[in-house]
């Protein structure tokens, strides 16, 4: 098998870690890794298939001979560096939200949309994490029973921010139970130890937040389907890893509740743990280990003719990052793209 120099833009933050970690798990075809960062970060050493390799510092020369670039490292350093990448011959596959809306740009979770890779310009747009998860559970419903309205409440694991947004939810944590006070919110708004934000992101001029719109727009696009309807609130709530979503999904066709679960069940990246009886139904600490999305508690929504309530967990970092890049990547290769 051909192997391919990888960089991975971002080396040393949560979402690159992760990054490094699906590359080895997923045997990817690395015939040179090549880890990037900002100047304080160069000269680290990282692990990657028990070997040593030292973090190189990013700039305009770092792309030479590479074949595939995962970025992650804010969309600021996506727009500046991006570019140069594709102009040195590798393909971008961009975590940021910097690329995802723009129409001649794909963007793409695998087991849904991954026809369109075959349109790429040089750059592939990874989606929102409370995105991708969702996305994969509409799709095999969408096909089936066309989707026209849904209502998803997020429930997003301090992670999605960052390493000093989980920090900060562990020093507060343990500053409450050691009875030493609360240290003043830094990363959020109000104090997230004990407590729900119902605030991610920036508010838009539409009382919207940023990342409430981002789930609107990028459903739509991964979708391929402006038809469907879509509305957000984004909560983020005091959990270390993986996000949460309760869907309540409106479709034309008549369903039997049995049928949804059986076409979910089959679709690829999903798993059902859906035992009411037995107490069985997913929760944040379950995907902690996986790729997959977990789908529970699917029943028929009561309050209108034809609708489905369900609840959803995955893991952020892999399956809304990671993961889900990695899989661009192997999808490439799958279709001689790369």
């Excluded at 040195?88 to 995802?100: E, L, P, Q």
């Excluded at 005091?238 to 999904?249: A, L, Y």
Aim: aromatic share 6%; hydrophobic share 40%.
């Amino acid at each position: 098998m051909k192997k391919y120099t990888v960089a991975v833009v971002g080396a040393t933050g949560v979402v690159g870690t992760e990054m490094i970690k699906v590359l080895e798990e997923f045997k990817f075809p690395v015939s040179k890794l090549i880890p990037l960062a900002s100047e304080k970060s160069a000269g680290k050493v990282i692990e990657y298939m028990n070997k040593n390799v030292y973090v190189e510092k990013l700039d305009k020369n770092s792309f030479k001979d590479v074949d595939i670039a995962l970025f992650s490292a804010g969309a600021a350093i996506s727009k500046q560096y991006a570019p140069i990448a594709v102009k040195a011959g590798a393909i971008v596959i961009d975590n940021t939200s910097f690329f995802r809306m723009d129409k001649d740009i794909p963007l793409v979770v695998p087991e849904v949309n991954a026809h369109v890779l075959k349109d790429h310009k040089g750059i592939i747009a990874n989606p929102n994490c409370s995105t991708a998860q969702l996305v994969l559970a509409l799709k095999p419903i969408h096909d089936a029973y066309k989707i026209k309205r849904v209502v998803v409440s997020t429930y997003q694991a301090t992670s999605g921010a960052g390493k000093e947004a989980m920090d900060e939810l562990a020093k507060q944590t343990i500053g409450i139970l050691n009875g030493k006070g609360v240290i003043d919110p830094k990363k959020f708004t109000k104090q997230i130890a004990f407590n729900l934000i119902p605030h991610i992101d920036v508010f838009m001029e539409n009382d919207y937040t940023k990342e409430e719109m981002k789930m609107t727009n990028e459903t739509k696009k991964i979708m391929g389907d402006d038809s469907i309807e879509l509305v957000a609130t984004c909560v983020r709530v005091p959990v270390f890893i993986g996000h949460s979503e309760v869907v309540n999904i409106d479709v034309e066709k008549k369903f039997k509740i049995e049928d949804v679960k059986k076409i979910l069940s089959e679709f690829p990246g999903l798993k059902i743990v859906d035992d009411p009886k037995k107490n069985e139904y997913p929760t944040p600490i379950d995907c902690v280990d996986t790729n997959d999305t977990l789908v529970g508690r699917i029943r028929r929504d009561i309050s209108i003719e034809n609708g489905i309530t369900m609840f959803i967990v995955s893991n952020n970092l892999r399956k809304g990052a990671a993961s889900n890049a990695v899989q661009i990547a192997l999808e490439l290769i799958n279709q001689k793209l790369v």
